[in-house]
């Protein structure tokens, strides 16, 4: 393989896991569990990513001796089974190639997305929870771990709040485009009528942070308060205080988690998902100065609508950033954004 195919470093990869191997092989590699745990991550990662650019090597090295092999013999019959392997090659390596775009400071991280109804009362509640299973169906599909880490249930349906955790390499390189206010225009299925309603949500995405390099908080900056979690209707569905509710007093974020049986579980999840919040304060800071240095004007993506979903009267989902449409509303909603996705990076990145 050539030193830079396509843009993939292999030499530089490769040591980058020799490195690697030679610290987890080293005594007392095992003495901090986190940051072993953490550099195993990333050597996996490095070794798919090597795996997988191998394969396309293999394969494009393999259709030319069978090519090669064919027009020496003059024979034409394997010529369709050429072009479809071909074709199938080219994606796969379209792919490989896509992904050396995702080359932001924390794009290789896991994500997480909050999501909020927006204005819409039951219908917002409902599209709420349509985007939360999208995004656990994208995740699926790609081979990423999906988890509900907290939620609060809609008053008769969906969901009023939302925070799910997308644990794979370059999840939030890929959904950060997601940041924003989705739109969805149907029939109503909440109404006798089923007149033609509009419903909002946002969308936030935030990289999964690490505690021992990106945030450090003061436990004096913390305000903890314990309640009991709670069903449908504010039903006490526990009768021990085990949601944690965590306010961070210098920014006055806070952040509660109700989801697990022990408090303990709820504040280490909640913490995880405080410092996630402190560092996209941070992110959200730098973006702005570089603005001002720059003399650019950033609009704000929270509260701004990114993307329009419509059942009704004709099927479209439409992003209003990159310009891509598709009508192929089921597909999308059943987790296939990933062509939306990637419009969207392409289009940030001036291609």
């Known amino acids: 393989m050539p030193r830079s195919w396509g843009g993939f470093d292999l030499p530089a990869k490769q040591e980058r896991i020799a490195v690697l191997d030679k610290e987890s092989s080293a005594p007392g590699f095992w003495d901090d569990n986190r940051s072993a745990q953490k550099k195993l991550k990333e ?154 309603h509009t419903s909002f949500a946002l969308v936030e995405v935030l990289p999964e942070a690490d505690e021992m390099e990106d945030v450090k908080i003061d436990p004096d900056d913390l305000r903890i308060d314990v309640f009991r979690a709670s069903g449908h209707g504010g039903q006490s569905v526990q009768k021990n205080s085990s949601a944690v509710r965590l306010t961070h007093l210098p920014s006055g974020l806070v952040v509660s988690v109700q989801n697990e049986r022990s408090q303990g579980q709820n504040k280490e999840i909640a913490m995880g998902i405080l410092q996630s919040r402190l560092m996209d304060l941070e992110l959200q800071r730098r973006a702005e100065e570089t603005a001002k240095i720059k003399g650019e004007h950033v609009s704000p993506e929270w509260g701004s609508q990114v993307r329009s979903y419509v059942l009704h009267p004709y099927h479209m989902v439409k992003d209003h950033r990159s310009g891509y449409e598709t009508s192929d509303t089921d597909g999308v909603l059943d987790g296939d954004i990933q062509p939306l996705l990637e419009a969207y990076l392409l289009s940030a990145a001036g291609q």
Request: charged share 30%.
């Open 43 to 196: 050597v996996a990662g490095l070794r798919d990513e090597v795996d997988a650019w191998r394969e396309v090597e293999q394969g494009a090295q393999s259709l030319k001796e069978l090519a090669e092999m064919a027009i020496e013999e003059s024979d034409d019959s394997i010529e369709a089974s050429l072009h479809e392997d071909l074709k199938q090659l080219q994606e796969k390596f379209g792919r490989l190639e896509f992904a050396l775009q995702l080359s932001g400071e924390y794009d290789e991280r896991s994500a997480l997305i909050a999501l909020k109804q927006g204005a819409g009362g039951v219908e917002a509640q409902d599209w709420a929870q349509m985007l939360m299973r999208m995004y656990m169906r994208w995740a699926e599909k790609r081979g990423y771990d999906a988890t509900v880490v907290d939620s609060t249930p809609g008053d008769e349906a969906g969901i009023k709040s939302a925070t799910i955790k997308i644990d794979g390499r370059y999840a939030y390189g890929y959904l950060r485009s997601e940041r924003g206010t989705h739109r969805l225009v149907r029939q109503s299925p909440f109404n006798a009528d089923h007149q033609r």
